[in-house]
């Protein structure tokens, strides 16, 4: 009866906000928008594009994911990711865009402001998120077009996390927990760094192209976060249903990530063009380090240890796709390769039971794509070898704070939601299986 009574009080909720939506009151545009007359078309084809592309990464993901898991939760850990597309697409047309790229709300240093969170009634609802192109977020395209892109980002990162806490964690508090990560880890974190105010980005000059620290980092550390607080499962022994699956997922990953990167250029420019072709080499050169070096080590090669290796190539190139040379960008995923694959077969870190290696691939790959960043970026003042060591340092502070900040964050999270509705399945419905338990299906 109790959980019925927590399906009841989620269903009036979502009532709540569908039928507030219809009322909400509508502000015309304000100074910041510029007049539709100033949109690039060729932006618009291209970002309509990247969005689509970006869009299709998170089914590549359910896939990706699926694959790796026992027989008995393939459905359940696929679904995990699936959800994402509908909560978190609701979440942010309500507040969560608002959160991400309203007004700020900071604090000045020396005269400037910088932002940790945006004003959460500036486009609630997506109002004011019109044709208009915003004039500093993004100037050739439709705001709506904007919006609608970063939204693509919000829903993944959370459908990231789920890989970590697969074959135990019951679905509704997955669902209320998705909700909290967003509104109180991704949103600030994404405003800090991508609003043209931000703390992160203006005062510590963080380079994060498309979502290496927004997107990885924070799901990497959530997911770190996550196992800690859910414990281990009680059989942490399993063999991979469906590697086809996961070969599947590397595809659509590898497919949508061009849209994730080279879309982040927010233009069809010569910028686009190289995120385009870093992404693509990076992963290769990943792809290849990995199974060689898994080789090295006397492991098999494997076709799940090359999917790993390429997905871990495209998390590392993401922070600096459009900032770097394609040289480098094979460097980048021969680094990333290397510690992502020592993270993953350490033995300490397995004993926590991360089931799918979250951190070791998307937590550390984040990690490395932003050091390498703060080494190789391109432009004055963008890194060590591009401003000196100042720079440098203030990306290795913003690394230190943004880790603190995303797991002590998603640690007090998980705790909250543990206490609201307890987190993990009972024995009988993990040894049952979650596809069964949880959904009443059967793979």
């Known amino acids: 009866m109790r959980l019925e009574k927590r399906w009841i009080s989620a269903f009036i909720i979502i009532t709540i906000v569908a039928v507030t939506g219809l009322f909400w009151q509508h502000q015309s545009a304000g100074s910041d928008f510029n007049l539709v007359e100033t949109i690039n078309f060729a932006d618009v084809a291209w970002l309509l594009t990247a969005s689509c592309l970006v869009l299709l990464m998170t089914p590549g993901l359910s896939f990706f994911y699926g694959g790796m898991v026992g027989k008995k939760n393939v459905i359940s850990t696929m679904l995990k990711s699936f959800i994402c597309l509908g909560v978190v697409s609701i979440l942010w047309v309500t507040i969560g865009f608002s959160l991400s790229f309203g007004s700020s709300i900071g604090f000045d240093i020396n005269g400037v402001h910088y932002g940790i969170i945006g004003n959460p009634l500036d486009f609630a609802f997506f109002d004011q998120v019109e044709m208009q192109p915003h004039n500093t977020m993004a100037p050739t395209i439709p705001f709506i077009l904007f919006a609608l892109f970063q939204m ?64 990885h980092m924070s799901a990497g550390f959530a997911a770190l976060a996550g196992v800690i607080v859910l ?100 460097f980048f995923g021969f680094v990333g390769a290397i510690v992502s694959n020592l993270m993953v077969n350490w033995k300490k870190l397995k004993q926590i039971d991360d089931t799918l290696d979250v951190f070791a691939c998307h937590g550390v790959g984040g990690i490395m794509g932003m050091i390498l960043t703060a080494i190789f970026a391109q432009g004055e003042n963008a890194s060590l070898l591009h401003g000196g060591w100042h720079v440098f340092g203030h990306h290795m502070v913003a690394l230190l704070l943004v880790s603190v900040f995303t797991f002590g964050g998603a640690f007090l999270l998980f705790k909250l939601t543990n206490f609201i509705i307890p987190l993990r399945v009972t024995e009988e419905s993990e040894e049952l299986g979650l596809d069964l338990s949880q959904h009443g299906e059967k793979f």
């Open 231 to 330: 414990g281990k499962r009680k059989n942490n022994e399993h063999i991979p249903t469906n590697i086809p699956f996961v070969l599947l997922g590397t595809g659509l990953l590898w497919f949508g990530w061009f849209g994730f990167n080279a879309g982040s250029a927010l233009a069809a420019n010569a910028t686009a063009a190289m995120a385009f072709a870093t992404t693509t080499i990076a992963s290769a050169s990943a792809m290849m380090t990995w199974v060689f070096f898994d080789r090295l080590n006397g492991r098999p090669v494997s076709a799940l240890g090359a999917c790993i290796g390429a997905v871990v190539g495209l998390v590392v190139i993401t922070p600096s796709a459009g900032y770097i040379t394609i040289p480098q960008s094979v």
């Open 152 to 215: 693509k980002f919000a829903v993944i990162t959370p459908a990231i996390i789920t890989g970590a806490l697969a074959e135990r964690i019951r679905f509704i508090s997955f669902l209320l927990f998705i909700c909290l990560f967003t509104l109180f880890i991704y949103a600030p974190l994404c405003h800090m760094i991508w609003h043209p105010h931000g703390l992160l980005g203006g005062y510590f000059g963080v380079k994060d192209f498309a979502g290496g620290t927004v997107v």
